[in-house]
């Protein structure tokens, strides 16, 4: 049962779909981030971003549409968080080419609460 639970938290959200192998060779803006988001992303983090799900709740993902978070997190940070995986995060880096991280980073940042 323990074995079942980790493996379901560890491999919950690495994901990779179509678009990814699909995407590879494409320069950042051509990339559709957003479906590489739904498809690799939103198991933790959700469709908006807001990690109000089950499984973002087990591994405390990130709320990306904190204000506070993202004023006091660099796209560095992003793109180096999405490529090594901080904490139970899957790392990307050999999943994702430079040009769907850096895609998915700017996507990240479109996921900022506007007020």
């Known amino acids: 049962m323990v074995i079942a639970g980790f493996l379901f938290l560890s491999s919950g959200c690495a994901s990779t779909g179509p678009l990814t192998a699909q995407q590879a060779n494409y320069p950042a803006d051509k990339v559709d981030a957003r479906g590489l988001f739904l498809e690799n992303c939103v198991v933790c983090h959700g469709k908006n971003g807001r990690a109000q799900t089950f499984h973002g709740w087990?591994?405390?993902?990130?709320?990306?549409?904190?204000?506070?978070?993202?004023?006091?997190?660099?796209?560095?940070?992003?793109?180096?968080?999405?490529?090594?995986g901080p904490s139970v995060m899957p790392a990307f880096e050999k999943k994702l080419s430079p040009s769907e991280i850096d895609a998915l980073a700017t996507y990240v940042r479109s996921c900022k609460q506007t007020r």
């Open 58 to 84: 087990l591994v405390g993902a990130q709320n990306l549409t904190d204000a506070k978070w993202q004023a006091d997190t660099t796209d560095g940070q992003i793109i180096n968080a999405i490529k090594t």
